[in-house]
């Protein structure tokens, strides 16, 4: 919304009643934005994640759910908003793991299946809405995000492992996706088969079954959500596990006090890689010391929750209290842990890192050159100011002396 205004030849205050009509005009445009976002006639950038357990409602332009079934993987994506005037029609829905005859009451899918082997599986999809709604449901690999929540590959994003090992439907009409049509306030239970390859690396497997709206093609929309719902499988191939952390990118940096009197701290950034076949949660525990071992500290840093096989977690952690006093040292050590109701019957070893850094005394330094600066100022002005009291004692003496002569 373009707000212009004029201006007379003459600049004149503008009176009580002029600021009153201007403030006036800024709340209809804020309410005007308000409503274009409302309506769906204006698109913006919008993305919402679900708390586990959670379904999900969706229109054109929000995402919103909250019920006691389905476990959501990602909401998120391109918001949305066509230009129409028509209210949203929401669409509400859930996911959860069953049998042939509806939902079993699972969390999420847990299966072992041997190389070479196959189990079959259901999926529930319910329709909450008071109306039809049409929904694709396909599966994906897993992933961990930045903050530590479990999700799916990108919509279209093609997967390489668990998730490309699933094939939903029975029959003629199995694949990878399936797109179905759900009356309202009514569900639609869909078999899918978990096909391993015979040379599949023994381990975790990570994978997720999600359903989200079926888009239209041409359908006119400027934006559109990608809203997903699903539920997660927990996918191990049977087999040796050897379970492995590592520490790469370990960099640390010391970070002065602006208090040249204080002592300052020593930031450790790093990244836990998962070399292993089975998903493991990190402890970091980080130390660090000075000269001949003085002023030794030891500092926990926060767990990764989940780190699956082949991906990595970036973490950092900060040791305060450490005097510039030269390169100080220390070790960063990461202890796996087993997630959930893993079992892991191999023996977790700890990895450990060694890391160092200057500790130099820069403020410090900085301040006694300024301390330095100052006094030898003080002095050269104490110098020029007896200078120039001796030099005028000087001149009033030789001018009594030309006195008197």
Known sequence: MNVTSRRTARPRRATAHQAARQRLTRTAG???????????????????????????AAGP????????SGT????????????????????????EPA????????????????????AVEHVTVTNFSDHPATFDVYASDGVVTADGQ???????????????????????TAGPTQRVEIAAESSATIPFTVVVPADATPGDHPA???AAPARAEGDGSTVTFDTRVGARLHLRVAGDLAPALALTDVRATYEPSWNPFAPGSVRVEYTVANEGNVRLGADTQAGVAGL???????????????????????????????????????????????????????????????????????????????????????????????????????????????QRT
């Open 61 to 68: 332009v929000s995402a919103t759910g909250a019920a006691p």
């Open 99 to 118: 049998t042939a005859e509806g939902p079993d009451g699972r969390v999420s899918y847990r299966l072992t299946v041997d190389p070479g082997g196959q």
């Open 72 to 95: 959501v993987l990602a909401v998120a994506g391109r918001a949305a908003a066509t230009a129409s005037d028509e209210p949203a029609t929401r669409t509400t829905w859930a996911v």
């Open 292 to 402: 001949f071992g003085w002023n030794a500290r030891e500092v926990v840093a926060p767990a990764q929750r989940e780190v699956l096989p082949g991906q990595e977690a970036g973490g950092s952690v900060v040791l305060d209290g450490v005097w510039p006093l030269g390169k100080v040292s220390g070790d960063l050590t990461t202890t796996p842990l087993v997630v959930g109701d893993d079992v892991v019957d191999v023996a977790l070893s700890p990895t450990m890192t060694s890391y160092g850094a200057w500790a130099l005394p820069w403020v410090q330094l900085g301040s006694l050159l300024v301390l330095v600066g100052l006094v030898l100022g003080v002095l050269r002005a104490r110098r020029r100011r007896e200078a120039r009291t001796q030099a005028r004692i000087e001149a009033a003496v030789a001018a009594r002396a030309a």
């Open 150 to 172: 479990f999700d799916l590959l990108a919509a279209g994003t093609t997967p390489t492992d668990g998730g490309s090992w699933i094939t939903l439907g029975e029959g003629e």
């Open 208 to 210: 997720g079954v999600v």
């Open 30 to 56: 804020v309410a005007a934005l308000v409503g274009a976002l409302l309506t769906g006639a204006l698109a913006v950038p919008a993305a919402a994640l679900l708390a586990p357990g959670a379904h999900a």
